[in-house]
Structure formats: structure tokens, C-alpha cells
DNA sequence: TGTTAGCACTCGGTAGAATCGAGTGCTAAC
DNA sequence: GTTAGCACTCGATTCTACCGAGTGCTAACA
């Protein structure tokens, strides 16, 4: 469904001045939001030549297809290679000391189950950021299963609660159309615990096909249970400060096309895995593929527990946003984020 | 912290020519977004009087407050209050047969847990209407529990996995500084099904306070369950269509507005509960007593079980929005749902 | 007494003209 | 290769005129 996400080329790199004014506009019209003119550029401290000669230069960038000019007499706009250079050729930076210590303090006392703690952290890259945030958290297809439970809600509606060695639970209704007794119920609950445990999703167990009503409800249970594996495999989708969307673009169309997005959970997963994939932590403009957020930038950064991958946390912003802090504060969350895990599991050990 | 929603006082009766004139006004504004004038108010149907006439009612009920000028030489654009006696006195209304159709077909398929159809239900209902909807499951807190299990995660970490007669699961991390044994997880396990088996959140249980392991264990697991249960019930909340949020208002502000309200559950959920016990089942303009919602309608029916108050679908939109087609919408999908779940129960017997 | 036609008046919205100025591209000199 | 100088472009802003939808008032009418 999605389309794959181009690979960011490493562009070619451009000469330092072209570099420098480049980056110059790139920064400014993220301050400022208005097309970048020759004098301003010129005025910056780095460069010791005249409007003229960023004209010049910027005529090039614009041949190049770095910059664009919305009419004539106005000055340069990035365009989404434009942002992609300033990204690529961004030097790491830290977040500023007030929102590392913020970072700290929410994960010093942060409490709870897996969910609240993602939920919980999306509020806060959110609130950090002015971005909408998305944290997403990984499915427990290839954990293996502690515990199944199956507990009759009435004679012929049973659930199906398995817990699963990540810590995950979930439960499926199994209904028949006869009524099972207790003792059938206890019965089938057994043979499902011998079979499940264990096991993962992703290593579908046989069942046996005998035709009781015992053997045709503990298939009736698996099936459901196996069900949902392919489709979603339980990855949770937390996003935080949507209504920052409403801030970052101006155009109500954009607002609703963007909102529109985040509520196919299933395509923001999809989105989020895809830029992941393709090894960059930004996906500027039409980079992702989808039309409608062309006008967008996402950035992602990973959450990974002993090396697998676990989760991921993202930003999504205007190809207008503030790169530097957001991928800061993306990168530091994630790392804390994957330490606050493998921390709960130490504590264990 | 939510004000309590205004008790929608039974306007006194206009006579039968203001009301036409209001109805009329009410309904081509809804219609236009643009302010109505005499004359277009003079040409409806059940009028037969002139633009004059109409503009002398016009300006009694600006007296009393049901219309407003945005400006002199301007038409009228209802008051809150003019919308109130609108819908006050609307007669019942059906859903088109398409729809109808529509919302069978979705009933007589749909299929998964209660969150899931909660959560489907929300987008019906948002599509059928073009309105952000909101669905509300009720929170689990007088439900029994049917069975209570403690699966270890690893030594230190427990999970408390706690299954209600209302279908609901919930889990809970224990965490112990000391590491805990099999045995000791077993005998917490019976100790805590012994405790909490048939029991509900609203009535705690005395916890025996004994100080070796395995009662501390017990102690800790049950308080953990337990802590949960007066904030938030664990009602559920699913938001559909967040994107006609961009579609309805018109000011970015309005909609970031809007917006940030939806993002506070909890928040939606204490609106959804005040406006149901105000006796009335929509709230408009300031009635709700949010300020960032004045601009907005919300339209609320509960869902019941076997009389019980199990949940509410609810609809926001602007104060000018469809209430005919709204409210229809809104009925005819919480007696759907409220039957479904009710045609699951029978089902069972 | 309620209704209506007639009319002067109000005022937001639109269109056009004038102007401004930021910014450009080009050229010629350095 | 760089830069000062300059004519030019074109969106944005301001101003004006004007239109017209809609009003409120008044006087005549049933």
C-alpha cells in the first residue's frame, strides 16, 4: 500500500559558498516562513560577499533544483532537496539542558504499563517539540506466550486472554453455538495452555482436528488468536498533540489532509516503517510518497531493546520545521526510551 | 473540573409566526453559513406576509434574544439560544433509508472485541454525518471479576491479569525489589483470586496485612488494581473523523481550538457525561461551559444495556450543524449499538 | 391595530487604480 | 570572479468609488 520510501541520494556535495548560502536561506525561511532574499543572506556572518554574488550563486541553486522562487522578485524558497541537503549536512546537536532535564524527570517518574509509558512519552516529544508526535510500539508477534486463560462470560461466550512474554495481553471472543459447560470450558483451557505455551504468533501451532465440542472450541480459540497476527501484529500507534497540526500549516485543506492521515493508524505504522527502512531518520515532502503530505516532513528515530527493533518515536512537521531541535529531541527520547526498557528489565536480573 | 452543563430551560413558547420566522432563519443559516435576511425569510413557504412584517419579528426576537446582527445592514445569524428553541421544539426525525441501510449492514457484520466495535462504530457514525464523533465505553467499575491471574514476567516483574463479566481485561505490572519464586507466584495467585473473585472495583477488598513475601506481593498487586479505579473507570474513548474538525470551523484557531480539547480524553469523557445527565442530549454554543468549544454543538445519546447506562456515542460540530440529521444519526446508532451488544447477551442464554 | 409599501440609510464586500518596496537580473566596471 | 548600479517585476498594501443586500422608519392602508 504505502510506496516505498526513496532512498536519500547522498547528494553531491555543493561548493562551501553555495553550501553556506544554501544553508543560510534553509535557516532563515524556518525562522521566518517568508521567501529569503540575496541581501539577508549576505548580511549573514559566515559569508564576506556582496547580494550580488548570492544572487548569482543562488541562481545556480536554483538551476540546481536546491531552491525555487514562488514569482519572480521574490526571493528563494527551499525546496525539498533543498531541505534534504541541510539535513544531510546537519552536525549533531543536543537538546538544550532545560528539556534534557525535562526528559529526565519524565522518565524518572514515569509509571505504569507499556501503553501509558508510550502514550505518555508522544504528550511529551509533543510538548517538547510544538510537533505532533507518533510513538509506536511493536507488535508482540515474535514474543513468546506466558499464559492463556480461557474464562467463560456466559455458556456460550469465552475469552481468550494470553499473555505474552513482552508483557503484552490480549483478548478474543470466542463464541459458540452450543453451550459449554465448566468442566469443558476447564478442559479446552487446558489443551490450549499445552498448546500455546510457549509458541509465538509467528510459529503457528497445529491443532488437532478431532470434532468434540472441546477440541472444536480450543481450534475455535487458536484460529482467533492466530487471526490477528498477520494483519497488525499488535503494534500501537500513541499520537500526541494533534491539534499542533492546526499550528504547523496554514491552509485548513493541508490541516484536514494531514489529520486525515493520522487517523489510518495502520498507514501511520506503515509510514513510520517505511522511512525507518529506508535507513534515513527524515522523510522531507514527496520522500514518503504520500500526496497529501507533501507538505510534510517526518522525522523518526528508532526504539530498540538488546538490538531488535521495539518501537519507534516520531515528528511530523512542516518540511518547514525545525530540524535540528526535532531530530535532538526525537534521538534523545528514543534512547531514553530504549534504556527505560532494557532499565526495567535489569532491575529484574 | 468540567462545569456543569447549563439545564437547557424549556424556552417559553414563542407564538406560532416568531417560531416559523426563527425556524426559518435557523435553518437557511445552517445551510448557508450566511446571515438570513427578511426577505429570503419572507419567501418560505409557510409565510405569507411580507419581508416587513418579517423584519419587525425579527427585531423582537434580536430583543429577546434568539437572533443577532453580525452589523447593522447585515441579516440574522442565531444566538445559542436561538438554536436551543430550535432544536427544543424539532420534530423527530429519521434517517434516510440509504443510511439506515448503511448502519444495518454495519451491525449485521461487524465483528471483534467491544473496543473494536466502539471503535468502527465511531467512524459510522462520523462518515454517515460528516461530524467529528465520539464513542464512549462505559468503564468497568461495577462489573464482577471473573478471574484473576498472576503471570510472571521474570522475578521481579508480576502482571496482574484481571478479567471482568463485562468482557473487559485489564493487566498490571508488580513490581517487587525481591526477587520472587514460582511457588511464592502460585500461592499469590490463589491468595488474590481467593480475594478479588465475584468482587467489583467499587467495593474494595480487605487485604490481610500480613508482612512475609508473598502477602506483600498480594497486597501490592490488589492496590495496583485497585488504584485504577476512581479516576478513570476505565471508560474507553473513540474519536472518528478528528478531520472534519478542519472541515467544520473555519478558523485555525477555532479547529487547534477543538483539537486540543479532543486530544484530553479524559476531558471528552467528563463532557459526554455532563451533558447526558443534564437531561438533554445536545449541548450548544457556551451550554457545555467550555470556552475553546463555543463554537461548537455536541450532540450525545447514551448506549444502554438491560436499562443500564453502558456508554454514549456522542457527535461534535459547529453550533450551526445539521441537529435534524445529527440527532437521527446519533439515536439511530446508540439504539443499534445497545441492542447488538444486548443481542450478543441473548445469544448466550 | 396589525400589516405593508416606500424610502433613506448603513456598511461590508468588491473592484480598480495608485503606490510601495523588496528583490531580481543584467551590465559594465573593477 | 566580484561588485556597484540600475531598470524592472510583481505581490502586497492602501485608497477610492461603488454596489447592493439588508435594515429601520414612516406613512398609508385594511
Known amino acids: 500500500m504505502a510506496r516505498r520510501v526513496a532512498k536519500p541520494r547522498a547528494s553531491a556535495d555543493l561548493d562551501a559558498r553555495k553550501a553556506t548560502i544554501l544553508e543560510a536561506v534553509v535557516t532563515e525561511h ?6 529569503v532574499g540575496s541581501s539577508s543572506v549576505a548580511s549573514n556572518a559566515d559569508l564576506t560577499v556582496s547580494p550580488a554574488t548570492v544572487r548569482s550563486e543562488m541562481v545556480a541553486l536554483e538551476r540546481e533544483g536546491y531552491l525555487a522562487q514562488p514569482h519572480t522578485s521574490a526571493g528563494r524558497v527551499p525546496t525539498d532537496k533543498g ?24 522518565f524518572a517518574h514515569v509509571r505504569g504499563e507499556v501503553e501509558d509509558v508510550l502514550e505518555q512519552t508522544s504528550t ?3 510538548e517538547m517539540t510544538s510537533y505532533t508526535s507518533v510513538v509506536v510500539g511493536a507488535g508482540h508477534g515474535h514474543a513468546t506466550i506466558l499464559s492463556s486463560q480461557l474464562v467463560s462470560l456466559d ?6 486472554v494470553t499473555v505474552f512474554s513482552d508483557g503484552a495481553v490480549t483478548k478474543h471472543s470466542v463464541f459458540t453455538p452450543y453451550a459449554v459447560t465448566p468442566s469443558d470450558v476447564a478442559e479446552a483451557a487446558r489443551q490450549i495452555n499445552a498448546l500455546l505455551l510457549g509458541t509465538s504468533l509467528e510459529h503457528r501451532v497445529q491443532v488437532p482436528s478431532r470434532s468434540d465440542q472441546v477440541a472444536s472450541l480450543v481450534r475455535d480459540a487458536v484460529s482467533t488468536l492466530h487471526a490477528e497476527a ?5 503494534e500501537q500507534v500513541f499520537i500526541g498533540g494533534s491539534s499542533r497540526v492546526a499550528e504547523a500549516f496554514n ?7 494531514v489529520l486525515a492521515i493520522l487517523e489510518q493508524e495502520l498507514l501511520v505504522v506503515s509510514l513510520v516503517q517505511d522511512v525507518l ?4 531518520s527524515v522523510a522531507i515532502g514527496s520522500e514518503h510518497g504520500y500526496e497529501s503530505l507533501a ?3 517526518l522525522i523518526v528515530a528508532p526504539v530498540t531493546i538488546d538490538g531488535q527493533r521495539a518501537g519507534a518515536v516520531g515528528l511530523l512537521g512542516p518540511t518547514r520545521m525545525k530540524y535540528r531541535e526535532a531530530l535532538a529531541a526525537a534521538q534523545l527520547v528514543s534512547e531514553q526510551l530504549s534504556r527505560h526498557f532494557v532499565g526495567e528489565d535489569e532491575r529484574v536480573q
Open 155 to 160: 455458556a456460550n461466550h469465552q475469552l481468550l
Open 30 to 35: 524556518i525562522d521566518t516562513a517568508q521567501p
Open 277 to 280: 527502512e529506508s535507513g534515513s
Open 230 to 234: 498477520p494483519t497488525v501484529e499488535g
Open 83 to 106: 531541505y534534504r541537503y541541510f539535513v544531510d549536512h546537519l552536525g549533531d546537536a543536543t537538546v538544550g539542558s532545560a528539556q534534557q532535564r525535562q526528559v529526565a524527570e519524565f
Open 124 to 126: 511529551l516529544l509533543s
Open 251 to 257: 491552509g485548513v485543506e493541508t490541516v484536514r489532509k
Open 295 to 297: 507538505s510534510c516532513a
